[in-house]
C-alpha cells in the first residue's frame, strides 16, 4: 500500500488507515508509455525511454521534448586487456562494441493511483537485466 504524506523536517507524522478520496495524477501506464499530469514517458521494443515529454507548455504553446535520443541506453564492450586483465580498461575498447540489440519484455507492475511502474527485462550478452522505471 502506498500513500501521499506530508511530513516535516526532522519531524514525524501519524499516519491512519482512511476511506477518504482525495485528488490525484491521472497515471497511464501500457507496455510502452508512461504518463502523468506533468510528463509523458514513451520506450522502444528494447525498453530504452526515447521521449520524455514535459507536458507544461512553453511560450509558443508546445510541449517541451526533453530526450536529445535514447536515455536508458545501455553499452557494453567486448575486453581484451594487454597487461592486466582485472581492473585495466584498454584505450581502444571503443573499438569492440557489444550489440545489445534484443528486444526487452516490458510488463506494466503498476498503474496507479499514486505511481505507473514498468519492469523491463532485457538480455545483455550473458546476463539478465532488470529496470523498474517509475512516473
Same mark, same amino acid.
Do not use: F
Given at each position: 500500500?502506498?500513500?501521499?504524506?506530508?511530513?516535516? %523536517?526532522?519531524?514525524?507524522?501519524?499516519?491512519?488507515?482512511?476511506?477518504?478520496?482525495?485528488?490525484?495524477?491521472?497515471?497511464?501506464?501500457?507496455?510502452?508509455?508512461?504518463?502523468?499530469?506533468?510528463?509523458?514517458?514513451?520506450?522502444?521494443?528494447?525498453?530504452?525511454?526515447?521521449?520524455?515529454?514535459?507536458?507544461?507548455?512553453?511560450?509558443?504553446?508546445?510541449?517541451?521534448?526533453?530526450?536529445?535520443?535514447?536515455?536508458?541506453?545501455?553499452?557494453?564492450?567486448?575486453?581484451?586487456?594487454?597487461?592486466?586483465? %582485472?581492473?585495466?580498461?584498454?584505450?581502444?575498447?571503443? #573499438?569492440?562494441?557489444?550489440?545489445?540489440?534484443?528486444?526487452?519484455? @516490458?510488463?506494466?507492475?503498476?498503474?496507479?493511483? #499514486? /505511481? %505507473?511502474? #514498468?519492469? /523491463?527485462?532485457?538480455?545483455?550478452?550473458?546476463? #539478465?537485466?532488470?529496470?523498474? @522505471?517509475?512516473?
Amino acid at each position: 500500500m502506498l500513500a501521499e504524506v506530508t511530513v516535516p %523536517a526532522c519531524g514525524w507524522t501519524t499516519v491512519r488507515p482512511s476511506t477518504a478520496l482525495l485528488p490525484v495524477n491521472e497515471l497511464k501506464a501500457t507496455e510502452r508509455l508512461l504518463e502523468n499530469d506533468l510528463l509523458r514517458l514513451t520506450l522502444n521494443e528494447k525498453g530504452e525511454i526515447t521521449s520524455i515529454v514535459d507536458k507544461a507548455l512553453l511560450a509558443d504553446g508546445s510541449p517541451a521534448e526533453l530526450a536529445a535520443g535514447p536515455c536508458n541506453s545501455l553499452k557494453m564492450y567486448k575486453d581484451v586487456p594487454t597487461w592486466y586483465d %582485472a581492473w585495466d580498461i584498454d584505450s581502444n575498447y571503443e #573499438l569492440l562494441p557489444v550489440a545489445l540489440d534484443a528486444p526487452a519484455a @516490458i510488463e506494466v507492475v503498476s498503474a496507479g493511483p #499514486l /505511481v %505507473a511502474t #514498468l519492469r /523491463v527485462t532485457r538480455q545483455l550478452h550473458e546476463s #539478465l537485466l532488470t529496470q523498474e @522505471i517509475s512516473l
